[in-house]
């Protein structure tokens, strides 16, 4: 035996067996990262878009009707016609509530809530600021309590 023999075992850190798999399964985590990455970038361009379009058609169709005498309850319809443009579900998303107010003199004004992105998740941080007693109740592990 020579002093070949045992090249492998002298030095651990120059034998690079399998580096091509732990190379190719980090840049496939990367690659799938930033896929998703841009996924939900996207999405979020998207919803803000659908938003913006249903905020300003309902205090377009508010600041056409405010002086017809038609319409009895102006706010309800300024509701409706956001609601109309923006419906439950659009792009995974819930039904915002849309907040309607106008001045007196004409000037209608239409808000609406941030939707939550995936990546902000504003339900989780909600949940992680109570205690974790009011999020799961009380746990016993089949324990009693003493008296």
């Known amino acids: ?31 799938f990262g930033f896929a998703a990455l841009g996924i939900e970038v996207g999405r979020w361009y998207a919803i803000q ?10 205090a377009f169709a508010g600041a056409k009707n405010v002086n017809n005498p038609n319409i009895a309850d102006l706010h309800g319809f300024v509701q409706q016609v956001a609601q109309a443009n923006f419906p439950p579900g659009l792009l995974g998303t819930d ?4 907040v309607v ?6 000037k209608i004004t239409v808000q609406a809530p941030r939707i939550p992105s995936i990546l902000s998740r504003e339900w989780l941080r909600e949940a992680m600021a109570r205690p974790l007693s009011q999020q799961t109740g009380p746990l016993n592990f089949g324990m009693r309590k003493s008296p």
């Not at 002298?10 to 034998?15: D, F």
């Not at 878009?49 to 309902?58: F, H, L, R, V």
């Open 1 to 31: 035996m020579g002093r070949y023999s045992i090249k492998g075992l002298q030095n651990p850190l120059r034998n690079q067996q399998g580096a091509y798999i732990l190379i190719t399964g980090i840049t496939i985590v990367a690659l």
């Open 49 to 58: 878009g659908e938003m913006s379009k249903a905020i300003d058609g309902a």
């Open 95 to 98: 039904a915002p509530t849309f």
């Open 101 to 106: 107010s106008d001045d007196g003199n004409g």
